[in-house]
T-cell receptor, first 111, second 114 residues
Framework: KAGVTQTPRYLIKTRGQQVTLSCSPI?????VSWYQQTPGQGLQFLFE???????NKGNFPGRFSGRQFSNSRSEMNVSTLELGDSALYLC??????????FGPGTRLTVL | DQQVKQNSPSLSVQEGRISILNCDYT??????FLWYKKYPAEGPTFLIS?????DKNEDGRFTVFLNKSAKHLSLHIVPSQPGDSAVYFC?????????????FGQGTILTVHP
């Protein structure tokens, strides 16, 4: 099976803009989770979608949102970008009750 | 409130020896524990996991031990190889509908010297 894919791999935006990141899970996986990795905060959970419904949510402001489509593909959106949003954004998929498998990540730089 | 802690930022080991990476947790609701290996600017790669109903799980050179009473788990790599050099993260979730929400430790940088 193909692994988790994320697009784009690299992105540069300016403060105040918005951005949409995409994640395609492993075939058959219904759960998609998103994480943010920064040098200061480490790997932090953003949210999880399971069968098109948000099942879990982390402690991030409302500027961070996501959705999942009927084919399990997921997108996350960050509005009104801030410098502190510069990070590696990781997507992971699972069958919903076990191990999560991660994609390569999207490196977002906010100038 | 750091619920998963890896107190050793780095570990250096000679090739062929055992590497032992440690992880402590505080949340008694955690039910499932995982170890991931990560290179810079890449996604974490799953290594091994353990459910709270077990105290040991083995997969090739990797063994994870869980001590629930001490809220402590460890990853043993035997024998260590230079290709094992990476950042290792332990992670945990509370099971049930929370399987999709992993809480990570801060990571331990493992360096295996030839």
């Amino acid at each position: 099976k193909a692994g988790v894919t994320q697009t784009p791999r690299y992105l540069i935006k300016t403060r105040g803009q918005q951005v949409t990141l995409s994640c395609s899970p492993i075939s058959g996986h219904r759960s998609v989770s998103w994480y943010q990795q920064t040098p200061g905060q480490g790997l932090q959970f953003l949210f999880e979608y399971f069968s098109e419904t948000q099942r879990n949510k982390g402690n991030f402001p409302g500027r961070f949102s996501g959705r999942q489509f009927s084919n399990s593909r997921s997108e996350m959106n960050v509005s009104t970008l801030e410098l502190g949003d510069s990070a590696l954004y990781l997507c992971a998929s699972s069958e919903g009750t076990d191990t999560q498998y991660f994609g390569p990540g999207t490196r977002l730089t906010v100038l | 409130d750091q619920q998963v802690k890896q107190n050793s930022p780095s570990l250096s080991v000679q090739e062929g020896r055992i590497s032992i990476l440690n992880c402590d947790y505080t949340n008694s609701m955690f039910d499932y524990f995982l170890w991931y290996k990560k290179y810079p600017a890449e996604g974490p790669t799953f290594l091994i996991s353990i459910s709270s109903i077990k105290d040991k799980n083995e997969d090739g050179r990797f063994t994870v031990f869980l001590n629930k009473s001490a809220k402590h788990l460890s990853l043993h790599i035997v024998p260590s190889q230079p290709g094992d050099s990476a950042v290792y993260f332990c992670a945990a979730n509370a099971g049930g509908t929370s399987y999709g929400k992993l809480t990570f430790g801060q990571g331990t940088i493992l360096t295996v010297h030839p």
